[in-house]
């Protein structure tokens, strides 16, 4: 059964740090390039930070220089460091392959950044 789950979101001062992890069911992280996502609500899902499987990374604009994605394939496992964190930033974190053929979604990692 494909199953990401993500973890370490939180409740987080602006200019805090957080990072993320999304585990993956057998090898399905270490065998696909891996995209963070995240929804504010009553906004729609965007596209925060992707990383190939040879480990190349792309960034939003909105993040760049402040977020930073990672893989360990060892672990099946994919990471967000968020630093200088905003309050819009605030938002519902996800993990998945690119699309359009999705994983299953998870349940994501709650993000919420106090001003």
């Known amino acids: 059964q494909v199953q990401l789950v993500e973890s370490g979101g939180g409740l987080v001062q602006a200019g805090g740090s957080l990072r993320l992890s999304c585990a993956g069911s057998g090898t399905i992280v270490s065998r696909n390039a891996m995209d963070w996502y995240r929804q504010a609500p009553g906004k729609q899902r965007e596209l925060v930070a992707g990383?190939?499987?040879?480990?190349?990374?792309n960034y939003a604009d909105s993040v760049k220089g402040r977020f930073t994605i990672s893989r360990d394939n060892a672990k099946n496992t994919v990471y967000l460091q968020m630093n200088s964190l905003k309050p819009e930033d605030t938002a519902v974190y996800y993990c998945n392959k690119p699309g359009p053929f999705n994983f299953p979604w998870g349940q994501g990692t709650q993000v919420t950044v106090s001003s």
């Open positions: 990383i190939t499987s040879g480990g190349s990374t």
